[in-house]
């Protein structure tokens, strides 16, 4: 039984490509540095009936991260703030009418990888296969079959090919889809970001699980 799962694993493991491995690897640490990064992100997610357009900044120190995003989509704005301090998570939630309340989310933990709304640059460990292709400017890598349920069935990252940072990670989630562009990267994160402060949001409900 041993051998058997030994061979399954390397069967696995074969089918994501040492150049797929190596790419990664050097556009997480490009990305990754102990000082911690800001990225400003365009995004545009669609389904069946509707598309949605906005913006993104995404914080990253450590396990620590934070991230403001604002959607729009059949004339309402949505405005989510997500952050993370090492013990414990939040949303907050802005109200779409005036007729109801913001709302401040609190729970022991991290988020599982299927509630973030993030890039995620170690896909090589949650997939079992990937396909590389190269165009002028960018390496194209398409990852299938997942190796959990938490993960979408394909995600597609693309990696600037001389500076090797992120440009672009594209991904289905049920039924809607989901690109994330990169418009601006700063290396450098206050500590300060990533804790919570209620008093920032005096009209929300405060709910804690």
């Given at each position: 039984?041993?051998?058997?799962?030994?061979?399954?694993?390397?069967?696995?493991?074969?089918?994501?490509?040492?150049?797929?491995?190596?790419?990664?690897?050097?556009?997480?640490?490009?990305?990754?540095?102990?000082?911690?990064?800001?990225?400003?992100?365009?995004?545009?997610?669609?389904?069946?009936?509707?598309?949605?357009?906005?913006?993104?900044?995404?914080?990253?120190?450590?396990?620590?991260?934070?991230?403001?995003?604002?959607?729009?989509?059949?004339?309402?704005?949505?405005?989510?703030?997500?952050?993370?301090?090492?013990?414990?998570?939040?949303?907050?939630?802005?109200?779409?009418?005036?007729?109801?309340r913001d709302t401040l989310t609190i729970t022991k933990g991290a988020l599982k990888k299927k509630e973030k709304f993030s890039i995620n640059l170690g896909l090589?460990?949650?997939?079992?296969?990937?396909?590389?292709?190269?165009?002028?400017?960018?390496?194209?890598?398409?990852?299938?079959?997942?190796?959990?349920?938490?993960?979408?069935?394909?995600?597609?990252?693309?990696?600037?090919?001389?500076?090797?940072?992120?440009?672009?990670?594209?991904?289905?989630?049920?039924?809607?889809?989901?690109?994330?562009?990169?418009?601006?990267?700063?290396?450098?994160?206050?500590?300060?970001?990533?804790?919570?402060?209620?008093?920032?949001?005096?009209?929300?409900?405060?709910?804690?699980?």
């Amino acid at each position: 039984m041993a051998a058997v799962a030994l061979m399954t694993a390397m069967s696995v493991q074969a089918q994501i490509p040492a150049e797929v491995k190596d790419i990664l690897q050097k556009c997480s640490e490009k990305t990754h540095r102990s000082e911690g990064y800001e990225l400003d992100v365009k995004l545009h997610a669609s389904a069946i009936i509707a598309s949605m357009n906005g913006t993104m900044k995404m914080c990253k120190k450590g396990d620590k991260w934070y991230s403001v995003m604002q959607m729009k989509a059949l004339g309402h704005v949505m405005y989510y703030e997500t952050g993370f301090d090492g013990t414990q998570t939040w949303r907050y939630s802005k109200a779409a009418d005036d007729d109801e309340r913001d709302t401040l989310t609190i729970t022991k933990g991290a988020l599982k990888k299927k509630e973030k709304f993030s890039i995620n640059l170690g896909l090589d460990k949650d997939y079992k296969k990937a396909k590389l292709k190269t165009t002028d400017k960018h390496y194209e890598i398409t990852f299938t079959e997942p190796l959990n349920k938490e993960m979408p069935k394909k995600s597609i990252i693309r990696i600037d090919k001389n500076k090797y940072l992120l440009h672009e990670y594209e991904t289905k989630v049920s039924l809607a889809s989901v690109k994330m562009t990169v418009t601006r990267i700063k290396y450098g994160v206050n500590d300060n970001v990533f804790i919570l402060d209620p008093k920032k949001y005096p009209n929300a409900v405060v709910v804690r699980k």
